[in-house]
């Protein structure tokens, strides 16, 4: 039988199993291997960067004009905080598993 190449295998970050290095769902426990944020975290950072500015700029008594400014500002950020955070490979979680 032929034996895997080192560099090819890894470990699974979950389950501890191993599995290759170019596996997007560990065949064991299901975590799968991402890139980027996910739907979830985009959709969070975008709504706490549209409802901060406008909140601030209320606040202080900038006026309606700015806060819109500042919510559409605000989305633009936090989108981008996202995709920045999350610019790498990482593992998530199986669904159901703790």
Do not use: N, Y
Request: glycine share 14%; with cysteine; net charge positive.
């Amino acid at each position: 039988m032929i034996e895997p190449v080192a560099g090819t295998v890894e470990q699974c970050p979950f389950c501890h199993r191993t599995i290759r290095g170019t596996a997007e769902i560990c065949p064991h426990c299901g975590a799968e291997r991402r890139f980027g944020p996910t739907l979830r975290e985009s959709v969070l950072t975008f709504a706490v960067g549209v409802t901060a500015g406008p909140v601030f700029m209320l606040l202080i008594g900038a006026g309606t004009t700015l806060a819109v400014l500042a919510a559409a500002i605000g989305g633009l950020l936090g989108f981008f905080v996202a995709h920045s955070r999350h610019a790498g490979d990482r593992w998530i979680k199986p669904p159901g598993k703790p």
